[in-house]
């Protein structure tokens, strides 16, 4: 690694707009909410902020599915506010990275609009058209939301391409005319002063223009073939030219999201000197317990804690030196960390939280918060299907429950209690009173009622909270070098309860230990006699004994 950038220092928060802060009783979140709690960020200490979605939207898949890159969704404000979060975020010195998809478009895109009208209209080929082959589908591919990855447009008789929803159709990037639109859609927010992008499923871009069957579809099963498009010909192209383009002209973050990517795969796209992104967000152990009846995430598995260990490992020794990880325990579509790999139990939340946090934000990379986790908020089970908002829960639902009656009700609900996006998605809890305080009206999603022990306020007021334990966590990434620079190694990789292991650099070590178990563990690690403790989620030290959910991290001179 040569010279250390701004963006490997930093610890990134994520913000789902929807269900942060509501300001005007609407029951959704929105940016005036967003700036209202600016100053709380700054307390948490984190440097950069991805903001999911905000732009022009007909929410079929909240906000990931856009009809105009430069207007705002008027439920969330105006452009104007956009500029006030903008200049209010970089006054508290806080760097504002947005989300840009462009995999796809909404069907209410104009350029859609246009493009389904006729066959030789200019923006035809801005989306993917294909004829039926013997009056069916082109292919056998299959939306990540379930069902046919094509649509059948009467108008033009033809079928275009959607990965996700039939209301977000894919966007033909072998087109270097829709190229350019997305260059310079880029290089306008560029300008307006954002400080970088997260960029949905970027790794989905390039598609096979034979577009040959994906092996991997077995009619049965809820599977998708996202993973079979990922990784194109032409995608490592396409993201050097957007380099060379735009994002070579500004000192920007990127990460982009990358279903199936191995570790090579991910140096070719983050490389130090890939010149296209600086990071991935690669999917290994966010699938770790994917469901061994081919249902996808739908499952209730319980990961094992040597799995996570083989694959967090695999990650950081094989991109040190050569490119830099992005460090995630969950986001807006994934489950709640304490929920999935820790323990959300009232006698060992606040502890396993503390664990996660240690043990993620001792590794090599940029870490990740998404918004709650710093006070340890929890998935919700909501008891019917009708209770649930997220496009890819009730598609699943009516995929596998009621469609092809694969699993029953029950069992499907208690899946969806254990993967389901909205389980990140009911809203911030910032205090005891209705609602949490995210709002005076009726939330668009259910707040989770644990809200009334679990929230800002009491996280504020309490010095051991939650909430603390991040900020101290974050205030020593920026005080210690070695906690971006050092080198990883794993220590008993086949210890199926306790994971330790070490960052070292010329100087000094850390040596970091977590329990990941309710129960007592013993276990010895050689520590130098100057071994400081660093940091623990326990009031003392009790040496080789691990209690439930115990973290500690010793630093020491070598
Ligand atoms: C990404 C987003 C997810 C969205 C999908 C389609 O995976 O994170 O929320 O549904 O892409 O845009
Ligand atoms: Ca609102």
Redesign the pocket.
């Known amino acids: 690694m040569t010279e250390i950038k701004w963006w490997q220092e930093a610890v990134v928060y994520q913000i789902y707009p929807r269900s942060f802060q509501d300001s005007n009783g609407d029951g959704i979140g929105d940016i005036p909410g967003i700036i209202q709690r600016l100053p709380y960020l700054k307390k948490l200490g984190i440097q950069v902020i991805w903001l999911s979605p905000i732009y022009q939207s007909p929410n079929d ?1 909240n906000g ?1 599915d856009i009809s105009d890159y430069q207007k705002v969704l008027p439920e969330f404000g105006t452009m104007a506010d956009v500029e006030e979060m903008l200049q209010v975020s970089h006054q508290l010195g806080l760097k504002i990275m947005m989300d840009l ?1 462009v995999n ?1 478009t909404s069907d209410e895109h104009d350029w859609f609009k246009a493009s389904r009208k006729t066959k030789n209209n200019p923006y035809r080929d801005y989306y993917i058209w294909r004829d039926p082959v013997d009056g069916h589908e082109p292919n056998n591919w299959l939306s990540d939301f379930g069902g046919s990855a094509w649509t059948y447009d009467q108008q033009t008789e033809q079928y275009y391409l959607h990965i ?1 929803s039939k209301k ?1 159709p894919d966007l033909n990037w072998d087109n270097p005319v829709l190229r350019n639109e997305i260059y310079d859609t880029m290089t306008w927010w560029l300008n307006k002063g954002v400080d970088g992008f997260r960029m ?2 970027i790794n989905l871009i390039s598609k096979d223009s034979d577009f040959p069957d994906d092996p991997n579809v077995d009619a049965v099963n809820h599977a998708s073939s996202m993973n079979f498009v990922a990784n194109g010909q032409h995608v490592h192209h396409y993201l050097k030219e957007m380099n060379q383009q735009v994002l070579s002209h500004y000192d920007v973050i990127t990460v982009g ?1 990358a279903p199936n990517v191995t570790t090579a795969d991910a140096i070719k796209y983050a490389g130090f000197d890939s010149n296209e992104l600086q990071m991935v967000f690669q999917f290994e152990h966010v699938e770790i317990d994917n469901s061994p009846e081919g249902l996808g995430k739908w499952s209730d598995e319980r990961f094992k804690l040597v799995d996570l260990k083989r694959i967090l490992s695999k990650w950081q020794s094989a991109l040190d030196g050569k490119a830099w990880n992005s460090l995630y325990w969950n986001n ?2 994934r489950p709640r960390v304490v929920s999935r790999f820790g323990n959300d139990s009232d006698e060992y939340r606040e502890k396993s939280a503390k664990m996660l946090a240690v043990t993620l934000h001792f590794m090599q990379g940029t870490p990740y918060i998404y918004q709650g986790e710093e006070i340890g908020m929890t998935n919700i089970a909501l008891s019917s299907i009708d209770h649930y908002q997220d496009i ?1 829960t009730r598609h699943a639902y009516q995929d596998l429950v009621v469609d092809q009656k694969r699993v029953a009700p029950e069992r499907m609900m208690q899946f969806i209690h254990h993967s389901s996006r909205d389980n990140a998605r009911t809203p911030m809890q910032w205090d005891n009173t209705v609602n949490a305080g995210f709002t005076t009206g009726q939330p668009w999603l259910t707040v989770n009622p644990n809200y009334r022990h679990i929230n800002v306020n009491q996280s504020l007021e309490d010095e051991h909270s939650i909430f603390h334990f991040y900020k101290k966590i974050i205030a020593l990434r920026q005080q210690l070098p070695i906690i971006t620079t050092g080198r990883y190694e794993v220590l008993d990789l086949e210890d199926n309860d306790v994971y330790a292991y070490k960052r070292v650099d010329g100087e000094s070590q850390l040596l970091i230990v977590s329990n990941f178990s309710s129960t007592e563990q013993t276990r010895h690690y050689q520590l130098g006699q100057q071994a400081e403790l660093l940091i623990s989620n326990y009031e003392d030290d009790a040496g080789d004994l691990l209690r439930p959910y115990e973290s500690k991290v010793y630093l020491e001179n070598v």
């Open positions: 898949d990931y998809v796809h996700f977000q949905d499923v999201e807006h579509d890819d």
